[in-house]
């Protein structure tokens, strides 16, 4: 399993951007699907987004479709969460997962799916 660490939340005004980034530890990260799932208080954990070991297949949970995109750098085995057009609903913990797979082009959506997690990041937005 991997060691997964994610940075770059903060609080932004509605309207704002922001980018997580979350390092993972190994030698094996270009053989793990990604995803981003977040908790609101009083919420279940909701999916966000997800890319393929490869990085050639993202998904995005209906929320974010538009606003976020999800991407890869291999070589720096980090994957990142671009947030625009912020609204005040997506104050959240932002939770990175990984989970190892066999084809590269597959692309996990449930948190149930993942194996390994993040300690979380919050994300707030005012309105």
């Known amino acids: 399993q991997v060691q997964l660490v994610e940075s770059g939340g903060g609080l932004v005004q509605a309207g704002g951007s922001l980018r997580l980034s979350c390092a993972a530890s190994?030698?094996?990260?270009?053989?793990?699907?990604m995803g981003w799932f977040r908790q609101a208080p009083g919420k279940e954990r909701e999916y966000v987004a997800a890319i393929s070991a490869s990085g050639v297949m993202t998904y995005y949970g209906d929320s974010v479709k538009g606003r976020f995109t999800i991407s890869r750098d291999n070589a720096r085995n980090t994957v990142y969460l671009q947030m625009i057009s912020l609204k005040p609903e997506d104050t959240a913990v932002y939770y990175c997962?990984?989970?190892?797979?066999?084809?590269?082009?597959?692309?996990?959506?449930?948190?149930?799916?993942?194996?390994?997690w993040g300690q979380g990041t919050q994300v707030t937005v005012s309105s």
């Open positions: 997962a990984a989970v190892q797979v066999l084809q590269s082009y597959y692309v996990p959506q449930r948190s149930s799916d993942y194996t390994s």
């Open positions: 190994g030698r094996t990260f270009r053989s793990y699907a």
